[in-house]
């Protein structure tokens, strides 16, 4: 059964806003339906019987991997025949998993559509290019939302967050008709588009969080940042930031340093942070000491070193994920292309880790007045980017910048256009943004593509 808001999510934004009202009228547990509800429940089965959850990991790693076994990629792919002894009972699920490759970004890309183990009506294209520049595509259940969701407002609950409060979304993304802002009564938030945040605007979003009682701020980091120092600067009532009760912020590394000064803006206020990826393989919440903790229901994690051996305590080691929620597309043993320091382990036995060391760079855009912009906003979602191969942004002079693109081969010049202008929006009173198509985007000598190559000398780092 699919839930009211998993209907009104995949409506055109118009069409979503007229049915929110009403459905909004109707109890928030009501609208998000039976799948949320057991997910809640599984996750706190899960917190309080660590018995019951290790052997339901076991059950669904053994569904993924049987799953998996009757698609092309697996099924016909070197290296998987073990999956069969799975599937016979002659094999535990983890000592299978143990024996399998490494699955890399480029093969999901390549190979994502041999990966599909369900009806093509029940996926979706998504598509990320994490801040690297190189996109990726991977199908993902399109009735993953209440699911999702249950694990979100599960890590936001020590802020005191409850199903269906309000929001403001502070997002790098377009929006109806260009607006700054758009309210959202079907999703419960307030996005308003980053790019539009400034001196002369701060203002009015502020005064409009105050007015409608919002108590919850959701963004990236740097974002949230920038919000306080304007907040801080202002010459207007900012007394409101003594009632947000919750920070919430998302998509970028979030450092002790921002914690702090979050802290100072908004004194009253809990702070609650989570990793996830757009592929959907992991979701882990982190605490106060700085330490990831994988919710071990949603995928199955693995710390490994570059020869695929689990690593020790201390040490780093790649991100390596098996999704156990979602069966549309598994991804068994996906590098992530993240890496992190193991802690120890919870006792359910999933990694617990510290120090995400992500694939993309620290370097952001760099303003005319110096302050950085975080180049999050140009990640890469949905088939406006199947035009591109490649896109890379370089930045000599403060204030201005050029976007490099490497077309795919099927790009028309309509497409490029429509791109083209969908970038610059999202630098919209940041950065001034130059388009320029190039027949190759190399990587650099080690052999890795950044999305920034960033010239100006002792340009202000942060977590890209």
Known sequence: MVSIREFVAHLPPD????????????????RYGPVYERTAREIHKARTAPSWAKSTVDERLAETLCTARKTPYYGKGQ?????????????????????????????????YRDMLAAPEKTVELSASSGTSGDPIFFLLDRDRGAREWAYVVDSWASTGYQLGQWRVFFRGLDLPQNRPYFVMNSTGEIVVRIQTLCPDT????????????????????STLVYLARLLEDADFDTSWRYRIRGVLPVSEQYTPGQRDLLRRLFPNAKQAVFYGLSEKSVFASLDEDFVYHPYPLYGHVELLHRDGKPVELGERGRIVTTTLDGRGMPLIRYDTGDSAELVGHDNVGTPL????LARRGREGLIKADGQTFSTTPFNVH??????????????EVPGKAVLLVQPSQKATEEDLEQFRQL???????????????????????NGKFTLLDQRIPNAPSMWA
Not at 17 to 30: G, H, N, S, Y
Not at 382 to 395: A, D, L, P, S, T
Not at 427 to 443: C, G, K, R, S
């Open 15 to 30: 069409k979503r806003e007229l049915l929110a009202a009403p459905a909004r009228l109707l109890p928030a547990k009501m």
């Open 79 to 111: 290296h998987y025949d073990v999956l069969n002894r799975v599937a016979a009972g002659d094999v535990s699920p983890r000592e299978a998993l143990a024996q399998l490759p490494i699955l890399r970004r480029e093969d999901l890309s390549a190979h």
């Open 202 to 221: 701060v203002r009015e979003y502020w005064e409009m969080i105050a007015k409608r009682g919002i108590e919850y701020l959701h963004g990236y980091p």
């Open 353 to 356: 880790f510290k120090n995400i």
């Open 382 to 395: 949905g088939h406006e980017f199947e035009c591109v191969h490649r896109f890379k942004i370089r930045q």
């Open 423 to 445: 970038m610059v929006r999202r630098t919209q009173n940041q950065v001034e943004l130059d388009f320029e198509l190039v027949d190759e985007l190399p990587a650099t000598l």
